[in-house]
Structures are given as structure tokens and as C-alpha cells.
């Protein structure tokens, strides 16, 4: 980095220091959900112990649930009116896009039923994987592994993509 204009001394080894993340930083992620999560921790939600991306709300009647993924946030609740007043809240402090119920998340569907039961199911994201690797159509095995095959200490070339093998371990 150059000195801006504004900034003109001989010493060139005075650096600047930014007072906000930069987007497209790797950092910005990091201090959108530190600021997220402050936020959060002012209107009186709790982090879980278990999982930082967490927090809960309760009331004596109700509660909310917030899980903070990467810059998604999935809500939940047991009661709409407290839901739409954190909703408001947070509004006031980031730009955000409702984007109705919720129906994948991390390659889970996610159906909801009567009487606020859910589903949630891999199946998309198994049919993806299988098509993406080619065996879609495959018959599936009591074992994974074919009768006669000798395995060796040092592995074999087998597969003409490595990558595409680290992208199916991945992908599971």
C-alpha cells in the first residue's frame, strides 16, 4: 500500500490503520459477526455454551432462537410478535433481506408440517453428490468394497482427479 495523497511524510515506515473492515477481506466476516453478535447480546439474547453462532432469547412465555451461519441467519420462535420486534430491532443497525420460511439450509431441506413438526432430509444434496460423481444411476452394495480387492500401504492412481476425491470427502 502507498501513502494516500492527503497523507504525505518521508517516513516511509508509517503504515495506515484502518477504523473498519474492508469488503471483500478475508477479516470482514469476521467483524460483521462480531458486530452481529454484539448486537444480539444488547437485546438481551444469550450465546449458547456449546455453539458461539447460537444465541437465545427467553421471556416467560416465549422465545427466539438465532443461528448465525457465515452472513445467513435463521430465526425461530414461539411467538411472532417478540420475532418482529428483534426483527425491527436489527433492522435499525444492518441491511437485510427476509427471505421467508426456511426450506434449505447447509444442504438440509427443510419442510415444515402441521402442528409445527418438521422434516429435515439430505436427500437433494445425496442425488447432487451422486450426480456430480458420476454414479447416479449405481446400484447400491452391502459392502463398499469389491470380493478380491488388495489394498497396499502406499495407495494407488486409481483416480485420474485426486481433486475431484477431496471434493467428494468434502462434500460429505
Known sequence: ?????????????????????????????RVWYERLTYTLLGLGFIQSKCDDSLMTLKTKANCVYVLICVDDIIFTYSFSAQLQSVISKLHSEFAHKQLGNLEYFLEIEVKLLC?????????????????????????GISTPLFEGVKLFKLGS????????????????
Open 157 to 172: 492412481d486409481y483416480m485420474d482427479d485426486p481433486t475431484l476425491y477431496i471434493s467428494i470427502i468434502g462434500a460429505l
Open 115 to 139: 402442528k409445527g413438526s418438521l422434516i429435515l432430509s439430505q436427500t437433494k444434496g445425496i442425488y447432487d453428490l451422486l450426480d456430480k460423481v458420476g454414479t447416479f444411476d449405481a446400484k
Open 1 to 29: 500500500m502507498t501513502q494516500p495523497p492527503s497523507f504525505v511524510s518521508i517516513n516511509y515506515d508509517l503504515v495506515c490503520k484502518f477504523h473498519s473492515s474492508i469488503y471483500g477481506l478475508k477479516q470482514v466476516l
